[in-house]
């Protein structure tokens, strides 16, 4: 059982992984050099857990205590319990899920592992949004992709407002980092999938013609909203592929656009 | 060619269509009462004149006057020009797209004239949230839906921030207001419809074996965000759907769901 201590003292040093959530650049730069995470809020903290990842502490206003006690019950680390207020001075928000989670990252799976045991599989380019990002594994996991492919410069899927968003799904779909963009492309084709890359061009061949739902290996590549995919990841995909557009519409937003293009990939296939 | 007016006292009368934006209640109330509606960003201004929407004025920062040089020739109504401090205090918010035009609503179509062009149609129940029924309209008509219908307590397609998300898609896509319900959908499957109500209910039909795009004419029926669909709606259709769910996840966001099922019933259909 874990030993629950009251911290009164805002500046605790064992209250440093919660320190200063609201800065994004140095939460970024921080959380994967230390190896942690932040999960937020009873379902996605209980959701990291059932998906294998360790806990290193968790902070709980009192009221949490009882909800959470069958967790506590399981953990051997310490579970801190402070005031709503010093909640808020350590983290620099109204935490008002009223529990977070410090959780250990797991090392990321190789590409080529993911690829040998997947049938569908999204590849992002650029996405640098946590609250896309986030969006996107939701439909991903919801729609059965079975792997995510990021390029190097894709944001961080444990980022705690990518978590959120999310719902938990970035732990419940593996997920790769590419080290070479878009070099590290060409695993993908020699794996057997057919690389489609989805765009807003007129000239692109419609979703409904592409019929990827009929396809043994498809691996979807999405870029960032408003610039889309570049040129060059363009250029390594096996073809252009785009969502029918009426009404005069340009566009869908990333995640509507993700959602209906998992859906399209996916249809009619067992799902689990 | 329209009177361009600089305006320096933020209680002038004649900017009272651009007071207090950001009390929602209020402008709730107001602007159905007093006929008018904010169209906000150059983007958005010009689809509500292309979609036939009279202006009552216009609200611009002086550097926004030559970008809009050939909406404002083409007006014969007023064009105040402010500071964008001034524009902060009678809207209270900055107004970073630099431009507002007051609208005049037009008379809704009757949902029967609605239903007697249309092949797909949406129906919305208690939709409450502006953003969520800005994006759903954005999707319903990048993705080919002719004309959505709105149950009584479904929020104003026409309110700022509903106009905002949906990029304008609420100009394009013809809307009607059902007057009782759920007794006025007893009009869609009489008017040959299939009502398809939206579900997460793991023991309604998929989706992709209800092939709804195989079917003639089509209405598809979405509950709000979190609560879904009511009973007395559920029992109104011809059949409840599901979207086949994946990694043990419960659902889509509204947004992501909604543009699932539109591709699901229009796939494969012309486009316009």
Known sequence: MAEIVTVE???DPRLHDYTDLTDVELRRRREPAEGLFIAE???VIRRAGEAGYAMRSMLLSAKWVEPMRDVIDALTVPVYVVDPELAERVTGYHVHRGALASMR???LPAAADLLRGARRVV???AVNDHTNIGAIFRSAAALGMDAVLLSPDCADPLYRRSVKVSMGAVFSVPYARLERWPGSLAAVT????????????AGARSLDEAAPHRRDR???MLGAEGDGLSRRALAAADEPVRIPMSHGVDS????????VAFYAVTAGRPRD
């Open 9 to 11: 003292d805002p500046e």
């Open 190 to 201: 020699e794996a057997g999938f057919d690389l489609l890359a989805l765009t807003p061009d």
């Open 123 to 125: 590849v992002m380019e």
């Open 252 to 259: 869908l937003n990333v995640g509507a656009a993700a959602a």
């Open 218 to 220: 498809v691996a979807l």
């Open 105 to 107: 990252r797991k090392p």
């Open 41 to 43: 809020g009873e379902k």
